[in-house]
């Protein structure tokens, strides 16, 4: 810590040979720290120790003897200066999670003076983003970029930037959500044959970041009004057997992950004709 003053307005008459630099962190007695053996006004204190305040006290000497210690200076911190901003990536990790869950990336930055932090997903800064689910909150030490309810819109890169005067420092994260799937695209094709119906639909774009575990079929049938669970398979296809004449019905499908179910794609309402009708 570089410290300076002013010489003495009285140097009782003979010149001033010296001065001793006396210090004393909080709570401390003063002791001498510096002797210097020419009249300069100013020196470079070594040894301080790291995160202490420190007060310091001058004494000027000439042939006659010292004079009165000066007033104390103000409390400084001892701490480095003009440091490169550095980014700590000790355990570090890309982030994999579900959907809804709270996640953060919390960061160690050094540097001195405390370096600027700027958040991007991809080339956008974050609080362009406009999204409330998303916090950036930053310390001297620390920046922390947090996830309160993750979505599927929240997956991708994210760029941490640093600087101060003395330089500049970044890295990337990334995040995967893992969510339920997409829905089928419809249509949702539906072939007779007798009272047998073969169905047919497109498997899903987006699983999810979660493999499929099934699909799951429904139907409604226009005599019971409420639709109920008729089947699932791993495939994009099923038939349904033993329809009975003369209804109408409409089947849908969801596909199925770990993580939930998609939502379902509907097909059009077939007619089943009666038995005594069928090959007429």
């Known amino acids: 810590m570089t410290i300076r003053w002013k010489a003495p307005i009285d140097d009782g008459g003979m010149p001033i040979t010296s001065y001793h630099v006396e210090a004393r962190s909080t709570g401390a007695e003063w002791q001498p720290w510096e002797l210097l053996d020419t009249p300069v006004t100013s020196v470079t204190l070594q040894k301080l120790q790291k995160g202490l305040e420190y007060q310091f006290r001058v004494i000027a000497i000439n042939k006659a003897g010292k004079s009165e210690p000066s007033h104390p200076s103000r409390a400084r ?12 990536l000790k355990g570090a990790r890309d982030i994999t999670a579900s959907a809804k869950e709270r996640i953060k990336f919390d960061v160690p930055i050094f540097g001195e003076p405390a370096p600027s932090v700027q958040w991007f997903k991809g080339e956008e800064p974050i609080e362009d983003l406009n999204d409330r689910s998303i916090s950036v909150t930053t310390t001297d030490t620390h920046t ?3 996830f309160n309810s993750l979505t599927k819109e929240h997956a991708g890169n994210y760029n941490l930037s640093i ?3 003395s330089g500049q420092d970044g890295a990337k994260f990334s ?28 498997k899903v774009k987006d699983d999810g970041g979660v493999a499929i575990e099934h699909y799951q079929l429904e139907k409604l049938d226009s005599e019971k009004g409420t639709w109920c669970a008729c089947g699932h398979t791993k495939e994009n296809t099923y038939e349904i057997k033993g329809l009975v004449g003369g209804r109408s019905y409409q089947f ?3 596909a199925v992950n770990r993580i939930g179910d998609s939502d379902f794609v509907t097909g059009e309402t077939i007619e089943v004709a009666d038995a005594s009708t069928r090959g007429l």
């Open 77 to 88: 911190l001892a701490k480095e200066s003009d440091l490169l901003p550095y980014i700590e």
């Open 144 to 146: 922390k970029l947090v």
């Open 163 to 165: 600087s101060n005067r």
């Open 175 to 202: 995040v995967k959500v893992l969510d339920r799937p997409s829905a089928p695209e419809p249509p949702m094709k539906a072939t007779m044959e007798g009272s047998n119906c073969t169905l047919l639909w497109k």
């Open 252 to 254: 849908r499908v969801c």
